[in-house]
């Protein structure tokens, strides 16, 4: 697989390391990356003696990397059963990758939910996301694609916007270089070519803007910003290579500047660094490496740089972009980030992908650029801009069937933005009273037809977020046993605009609303006073019933009980009368106000037959004390 030679072709192997431990005959070919070779040995050899687990899982191996994808799955399912810690996460993305590829995918699914509680939620996620996006074998837009002719029968690949032209990667031997040790053509190296103005790559020759080195040289990146050239070279000391304690020279970042000066930037003689990508906005210099902490096989990678100065150590982007699996060449263009993988769940190989970098520089769900670029090999080394008519044009490295090399270079053309076009919204539960965030509220979201495609709860600061494939509508409603509820519906347009800022969405408890009096739950309200013998709503009194009414919009499923009670002044009969007159007064209200019949229960007018203090008839009371029995309580029933 063409993955296997870009990078594992990096990794120079001594003669002294192979000769050592006396390695089997197999191993050594395994080793040398004859993995035909080593097949045919490991089978010879397991008729003489068992192979040892180590060798099994570099059989396994040997029959991925020569796409024999039905023993190679086979042979990662039996180590598995007899050990089911053995497998590296990088070795488990194989053993998906295999099954998928044999059409066996219920397998992968099966092997998934079995394994649901080893699993990082983010690589679920982008599996169920991206398994649903494709579902169909839907192509992500109508690209353009062309292969170009600059082309060899060698490896070209990685192409790079340099000024008006183009730098790329090529295997081919340039007459400078000296002959690979690794592989039988040559060092890589850096090459420049000519852009017309319709995107046609022309005229490659060896670049020689940079100091003439003798061993690889590739994956070049220049900043315009900063007059300056970011590439990978083998690591050296001198004119020589270097080499660590096992026998391995491996890659090196470095900088070319425009004071005509080289010097390395990110250099472990044990750890090689690719593809490396300088973003002027966050004077971030992103990278792949192989570093042993790696998530699976290559991480992405980041430094903070002071204009290409590096000035932090390298911080992994996290496993919501690392997988199991290799992840290289990082590329940003209008805020999306743009890499490949060869995760189980793609199309082919290295497969290329795109997530949106967030305000808060977060990542939305990785998605899959579909069947229109992508292909069942490797698809990698995406680059992107706008041409003069506003249209995106760019570049992308495949080794899919009808080339001319090893890799070849293909040039794509579209008028719509990239990708698989999706919904993505986050933001916060608030509970409108407190303006806390609210924990484990319940957030749905509903298609045009009013089917549930997705819910989750809020963490415990009540944030959420959700993404999923574009729909014709979305119905956000969030709610809590024992809150109110929210709901919003946007169409396309409004989905495009809800998508630029986070939605808040305030609900309220219940018990923040109510309290209790007279050992009864009652909607809190300040107190109110009818006029002396009047049963009006005052525009006073109407303030506090509006409070019952959005109570009830809140919470549409509430009884209440309207309960209204007088002093022990005057007259025990009238006082009944004016209470009830008082209490139809406040259900008219309330019905008038949006409230409906099932909401008010009842309207009871007590008079003075619930005094609740000693002001009974015939007591002497000071006004404030009898104003005490003067209240009305709207009381929960149900």
């Given at each position: 697989?063409?993955?296997?030679?870009?990078?594992?072709?990096?990794?120079?192997?001594?003669?002294?390391?192979?000769?050592?431990?006396?390695?089997?005959?197999?191993?050594?070919?395994?080793?040398?990356?004859?993995?035909?070779?080593?097949?045919?040995?490991?089978?010879?050899?397991?008729?003489?003696?068992?192979?040892?687990?180590?060798?099994?899982?570099?059989?396994?191996?040997?029959?991925?990397?020569?796409?024999?994808?039905?023993?190679?799955?086979?042979?990662?399912?039996?180590?598995?059963?007899?050990?089911?810690?053995?497998?590296?996460?990088?070795?488990?993305?194989?053993?998906?990758?295999?099954?998928?590829?044999?059409?066996?995918?219920?397998?992968?699914?099966?092997?998934?939910?079995?394994?649901?509680?080893?699993?990082?939620?983010?690589?679920?996620?982008?599996?169920?996301?991206?398994?649903?996006?494709?579902?169909?074998?839907?192509?992500?837009?109508?690209?353009?694609?062309?292969?170009?002719?600059?082309?060899?029968?060698?490896?070209?690949?990685?192409?790079?916007?340099?000024?008006?032209?183009?730098?790329?990667?090529?295997?081919?031997?340039?007459?400078?270089?000296?002959?690979?040790?690794?592989?039988?053509?040559?060092?890589?190296?850096?090459?420049?070519?000519?852009?017309?103005?319709?995107?046609?790559?022309?005229?490659?020759?060896?670049?020689?803007?940079?100091?003439?080195?003798?061993?690889?040289?590739?994956?070049?990146?220049?900043?315009?910003?900063?007059?300056?050239?970011?590439?990978?070279?083998?690591?050296?000391?001198?004119?020589?290579?270097?080499?660590?304690?096992?026998?391995?020279?491996?890659?090196?970042?470095?900088?070319?500047?425009?004071?005509?000066?080289?010097?390395?930037?990110?250099?472990?003689?044990?750890?090689?660094?690719?593809?490396?990508?300088?973003?002027?906005?966050?004077?971030?210099?992103?990278?792949?490496?192989?570093?042993?902490?790696?998530?699976?096989?290559?991480?992405?990678?980041?430094?903070?740089?002071?204009?290409?100065?590096?000035?932090?150590?390298?911080?992994?982007?996290?496993?919501?972009?690392?997988?199991?699996?290799?992840?290289?060449?990082?590329?940003?263009?209008?805020?999306?980030?743009?890499?490949?993988?060869?995760?189980?769940?793609?199309?082919?190989?290295?497969?290329?992908?795109?997530?949106?970098?967030?305000?808060?520089?977060?990542?939305?769900?990785?998605?899959?650029?579909?069947?229109?670029?992508?292909?069942?090999?490797?698809?990698?080394?995406?680059?992107?801009?706008?041409?003069?008519?506003?249209?995106?044009?760019?570049?992308?490295?495949?080794?899919?069937?009808?080339?001319?090399?090893?890799?070849?270079?293909?040039?794509?053309?579209?008028?719509?933005?990239?990708?698989?076009?999706?919904?993505?919204?986050?933001?916060?539960?608030?509970n409108s009273k407190t303006r806390r965030g609210v924990e484990k509220a319940l957030v749905k979201l509903l298609n045009n037809r009013g089917s549930v495609i997705r819910e989750i709860y809020t963490n415990e600061d009540g944030d959420y977020s959700i993404e999923l494939p574009w729909q014709k509508q979305i119905t956000i409603n969030t709610s809590k046993e024992g809150y109110s509820s929210f709901s919003v519906t946007y169409n396309e347009e409004g989905m495009v605009e809800a998508q630029k800022a986070p939605l808040n969405m305030g609900i309220v408890a219940l018990k923040d609303l109510v309290e209790e009096k007279e050992n009864?739950?009652?909607?809190?309200?300040?107190?109110?006073?009818?006029?002396?013998?009047?049963?009006?709503?005052?525009?006073?009194?109407?303030?506090?019933?509006?409070?019952?009414?959005?109570?009830?919009?809140?919470?549409?499923?509430?009884?209440?009980?309207?309960?209204?009670?007088?002093?022990?002044?005057?007259?025990?009969?009238?006082?009944?009368?004016?209470?009830?007159?008082?209490?139809?007064?406040?259900?008219?209200?309330?019905?008038?106000?949006?409230?409906?019949?099932?909401?008010?229960?009842?309207?009871?007018?007590?008079?003075?037959?619930?005094?609740?203090?000693?002001?009974?008839?015939?007591?002497?009371?000071?006004?404030?004390?009898?104003?005490?029995?003067?209240?009305?309580?709207?009381?929960?029933?149900?």
């Open positions: 697989m063409k993955f296997r030679y870009i990078i594992i072709v990096f990794l120079v192997v001594s003669k002294l390391s192979l000769g050592q431990n006396k390695k089997s005959k197999a191993d050594i070919y395994f080793y040398e990356y004859n993995f035909t070779k080593a097949i045919e040995e490991y089978r010879k050899e397991e008729t003489k003696w068992p192979l040892t687990q180590e060798q099994q899982l570099k059989l396994a191996d040997s029959y991925f990397q020569i796409k024999d994808f039905k023993n190679a799955s086979q042979l990662y399912i039996n180590i598995n059963k007899e050990n089911d810690t053995i497998l590296s996460t990088h070795r488990v993305n194989k053993m998906l990758q295999s099954l998928s590829k044999n059409n066996q995918k219920e397998r992968v699914d099966a092997f998934l939910q079995s394994k649901l509680h080893l699993l990082s939620e983010e690589l679920f996620k982008n599996y169920q996301f991206n398994k649903e996006l494709l579902a169909g074998g839907v192509s992500s837009q109508d690209f353009k694609i062309e292969n170009l002719s600059i082309n060899s029968p060698q490896a070209d690949f990685s192409p790079s916007f340099y000024k008006d032209k183009i730098l790329f990667s090529s295997s081919r031997i340039a007459s400078y270089k000296k002959a690979s040790k690794s592989n039988a053509e040559g060092y890589l190296d850096i090459y420049i070519a000519k852009v017309n103005s319709t995107g046609e790559v022309l005229n490659p020759n060896p670049f020689t803007g940079i100091p003439e080195f003798g061993y690889h040289e590739a994956t070049p990146y220049y900043s315009e910003t900063l007059k300056k050239l970011f590439y990978i070279r083998s690591n050296s000391n001198g004119d020589n290579m270097a080499f660590n304690e096992e026998g391995k020279n491996s890659l090196a970042i470095g900088v070319f500047d425009d004071t005509n000066t080289f010097r390395y930037l990110l250099k472990d003689l044990s750890t090689s660094f690719y593809y490396p990508h300088y973003q002027v906005e966050t004077n971030r210099l992103y990278f792949a490496a192989n570093f042993s902490d790696s998530y699976g096989g290559t991480d992405l990678y980041y430094v903070e740089t002071n204009n290409g100065q590096i000035m932090s150590r390298p911080i992994n982007l996290g496993p919501k972009i690392n997988t199991p699996a290799n992840e290289i060449a990082p590329y940003i263009y209008n805020g999306s980030l743009y890499y490949a993988s060869d995760i189980f769940y793609g199309f082919g190989g290295m497969d290329i992908y795109k997530t949106n970098i967030q305000a808060d520089q977060s990542y939305s769900i990785p998605i899959n650029l579909g069947s229109g670029i992508n292909s069942k090999s490797d698809d990698f080394g995406f680059i992107v801009k706008n041409d003069k008519t506003n249209n995106l044009i760019g570049y992308f490295s495949s080794n899919r069937a009808g080339g001319k090399g090893k890799d070849d270079i293909y040039k794509f053309s579209v008028s719509d933005q990239i990708g698989l076009k999706t919904f993505a919204i986050k933001g916060r539960v608030i009864k739950e009652v909607i809190k309200l300040n107190k109110f006073y009818f006029d002396k013998g009047r049963s009006e709503v005052t525009p006073l009194i109407a303030v506090e019933l509006d409070k019952v009414i959005e109570t009830i919009r809140n919470f549409p499923q509430l009884q209440l009980r309207i309960e209204t009670h007088t002093s022990s002044k005057g007259y025990t009969s009238t006082n009944k009368k004016i209470s009830q007159k008082r209490a139809d007064a406040i259900k008219f209200y309330l019905l008038k106000k949006g409230a409906s019949v099932s909401n008010i229960v009842g309207a009871i007018g007590y008079g003075e037959e619930q005094i609740v203090n000693r002001c009974v008839n015939g007591a002497y009371c000071l006004d404030f004390l009898h104003k005490q029995n003067e209240r009305t309580l709207i009381v929960l029933v149900k």
